[in-house]
């Protein structure tokens, strides 16, 4: 039985990938333009999410900051659900719902890009995050499933998981952040040799 479930688990991925694979390739090449465009300006790159999607966001900044494949210099992003203290003090004193609005208040500006990611696109904290990025002028990407929820309407671009299994959704959301990622590296090789 055991064995049955899992394979289940790798068909349901093989499935729902071959549906992002057809719907998915240009909105993430789009997407690396802007990305692109935001860092040719000298904007830089906030991301947020709960549970896995906060990982997602981590694991994005990382690839950024660092190095996906190529080396090269770091890029500008932050994370907005790391530091515990920032997070704490903020749910203490504003509520949850404010965790991730709050420091795009604080860091934001004109130009740069959110990147907020909600399996379900209903996550309060992360719509508020989105609604107050286009307040200030930011880009909105949104990542989401299949049923984008009311994140979707507060962004400018969305990454809709062909699912509404959030497993599925989050392996989704993981090879877009690289796919995001090697699309820059090219984007960043060919203007550095122009």
Known sequence: MTVKTIKKSFEDH?????????VLP???????ADLHACFARGNKLLACGNGGSASDAEHLVAELVGRYRDERRGLPAITLVSGSATVTALANDYGYERVFARQVEALARPGDLL????????????????RAARILG????????AME??????????????STTTARIQEVHA???HA??????????ASMAE
Do not use: K, Q, Y
């Open 14 to 22: 093989a499935h729902v990938m071959a549906d992002a694979a057809t």
């Open 26 to 32: 240009a909105i993430l090449d789009r997407v690396a």
């Open 115 to 130: 990147f907020a990611i909600s399996t379900s696109g209903r996550s309060p904290n992360v719509v508020a995050a989105a």
């Open 138 to 145: 930011c880009g909105v990407v949104a990542f989401t499933g």
């Open 149 to 162: 929820g009311p994140l979707a309407a507060e962004a400018d671009t969305v990454i809709a998981a062909p």
């Open 175 to 177: 090879l877009c952040i």
């Open 180 to 189: 995001i990622c090697e699309s820059l590296d090219a984007r960043l090789r």
